[in-house]
């Protein structure tokens, strides 16, 4: 019987060794990844005697060379620790461009950063805590902006009338509020709000915003319905931040009602 176990063992092995080898599988493989390429230009120069000619590089590989680095990464340039309050532009038509490349208020390159949009003066500033994803030319360019335009119809705006901007420059999953405040991003939303000199501000995510504002939006949101900038003080709206409406629809009853009540509107 033993003898038996034995044979029906060495035959089933055989068996499955037979089948790899028909598939062409006939040699061992290791986990890390190895380049062939590479090791056929070697083997070229070896049997000439001369070196080989340089490969073009995989298309991933150039479309991720042509990126700039990521935030973090050894290649990417340094970060100064605060913002240089000297370089803050002073106009509007400075921001955008100031936005998108000053170091010190972002990790991330320009390529990962989206502008703010809009005219001065406008009727309506609208408050993002960051872009969301997939925002790349312009702000709230997904599902969430189809809200907002429908928002900003039902107050009689379009996006065109607006200011739209973001408290952040990009998209940051786990935001570190209290170290964006220390290196100025605080200060520069402040300023940010003064340039576009708008007649209303709507926030929306107030939870991030105010915490990096030190709790100021929130005590302004509970006390009195006015921002103070620059001795300038503006009605504004706090609200979830627009995902959070998208998905929970019934929370947009409470900000229209707080809309209207800053508007001086009648709800009836």
Not at 1 to 7: D, S
Not at 43 to 56: E, I, L, M, R, Y
Not at 62 to 75: H, I, Q, S, V
């Amino acid at each position: 019987m033993l003898e038996q176990r034995e044979h029906d063992a060495k035959a089933l092995l055989a068996a499955t060794l037979d089948w790899w080898r028909d598939a062409g599988v006939d040699s061992a493989f290791i986990d890390n990844p190895a380049d062939w390429l590479e090791s056929a230009r070697s083997s070229d120069a070896d049997d000439s005697g001369a070196a080989a000619a340089a490969q073009p590089a995989p298309d991933r590989r150039a479309r991720a060379a042509a990126k700039p680095p990521l935030p973090g990464t050894n290649d990417a340039p340094a970060r100064p620790a605060e913002v240089n309050r000297a370089a803050w532009p002073t106009s509007l038509a400075d921001f955008a461009a100031w936005w998108l490349t000053d170091p010190a208020i972002d990790d991330a390159p320009a390529a990962y950063r989206v502008a703010p949009s809009g005219p001065a003066n406008a009727p309506l500033m609208v408050l993002l805590v960051m872009p969301e994803q997939g925002d790349d030319a312009a702000l709230a360019a997904g599902p969430t902006g189809k809200l907002l335009d429908a928002m900003l119809a039902a107050m009689g705006l379009s996006r065109a009338e607006i200011y739209l901007a973001s408290a952040l420059p990009s998209r940051i999953a786990v935001p570190e509020w209290p170290v964006l405040a220390a290196r100025g991003l605080a200060d520069v939303l402040r300023h940010h709000v003064a340039l576009a000199a708008p007649q209303r501000l709507l926030v929306f995510g107030r939870a991030g915003i105010s915490t990096l504002l030190g709790h100021d939006l929130a005590n302004k949101a509970a006390d009195s319905p006015f921002f103070n900038h620059e001795g300038v003080s503006l009605p504004f709206v706090a609200a979830y931040d627009l995902e959070t409406l998208l998905a929970k629809p019934a929370l947009k009853a409470g900000l229209w009602n707080r809309w209207l009540e800053t508007t001086g509107t009648d709800k009836t």
